[in-house]
């Protein structure tokens, strides 16, 4: 299974699919002049987590470009360079982490600022204990610029493997 999701993390560039995407911004212009092409937000749709500290980290490759906390509403808004490669990570205690990897590479001549929207669920600790959770560590969502419609979308076919990764986690656990 480990080399299911390495090749299809080599294969990220060539698969792009829908997600829940808002569109482009109104004041696109200024932020791609400055580099800008997308800006990532989203929300933690765990209703425990609303009174808990949830931190936030984007890696640009290896290196951390920001940190910080999500809002009162566990919201986050995060603005990304084009042709970069970016690392999203949501921690907060007791939860597994979760990563998003970015690719925000786009086709020359195109200036505008795009937006992708999506909702992160983190998964309990105790939930998978004493599971083998290698492959959770892997980034849950790949996602790239789709030539096919325009705008930034994530593979569908990866993150449903990420899930029945987690689901088959929580199971094991389960049995235990």
Same mark, same amino acid.
């Given at each position: 299974?480990?080399?299911?999701?390495?090749?299809?993390?080599?294969?990220?560039y060539?698969? !792009? /699919?829908?997600?829940i995407?808002?569109?482009?911004?109104s004041?696109?212009?200024?932020?791609?002049?400055?580099?800008?092409?997308?800006?990532?937000?989203?929300?933690?749709?765990?209703?425990?987590?609303?009174?808990?500290k949830?931190?936030? #980290?984007? @890696?640009?490759?290896?290196?951390l /470009?920001?940190?910080?906390c999500?809002? *009162?509403?566990n !919201?986050?808004?995060? %603005?990304?360079?084009?042709?970069?490669?970016? /690392?999203?990570?949501?921690t907060?205690?007791? @939860?597994?982490?979760? *990563? +998003?990897?970015f690719?925000?590479?786009?086709?020359p001549g195109?200036?505008?600022? =795009? %937006? +992708?929207? +999506?909702?992160?669920?983190?998964?309990?600790e105790?939930? /998978?204990?004493?599971?083998?959770?290698?492959?959770?560590? =892997?980034?849950?969502?790949?996602i790239? @610029?789709? %030539?096919?419609?325009?705008?930034?979308?994530?593979?569908?076919? @990866?993150?449903?493997?990420?899930? #029945?990764?987690?689901?088959?986690a929580?199971?094991y656990?389960?049995?235990?």
């Open positions: 299974m480990k080399t299911i999701i390495q090749i299809i993390l080599i294969g990220f060539l698969v !792009e /699919v829908s997600f995407n808002k569109g482009e911004k004041n696109s212009s200024k932020n791609v002049k400055e580099g800008i092409c997308m800006i990532a937000y989203g929300k933690i749709q765990n209703s425990g987590i609303m009174h808990k949830v931190d936030f #980290k984007l @890696y640009e490759g290896n290196d /470009v920001v940190q910080g999500l809002n *009162r509403k !919201e986050f808004e995060i %603005s990304m360079y084009s042709n970069q490669n970016y /690392v999203l990570e949501i907060t205690p007791g @939860y597994l982490p979760k *990563r +998003f990897l690719n925000t590479a786009i086709p195109i200036d505008k600022l =795009f %937006s +992708f929207g +999506f909702e992160v669920e983190l998964l309990k105790e939930l /998978v204990k004493g599971a083998d959770i290698f492959s959770l560590d =892997f980034p849950f969502a790949l790239s @610029y789709n %030539s096919e419609n325009s705008e930034f979308s994530f593979s569908k076919k @990866y993150s449903e493997l990420m899930k #029945k990764e987690e689901m088959q929580i199971s656990s389960k049995g235990l």
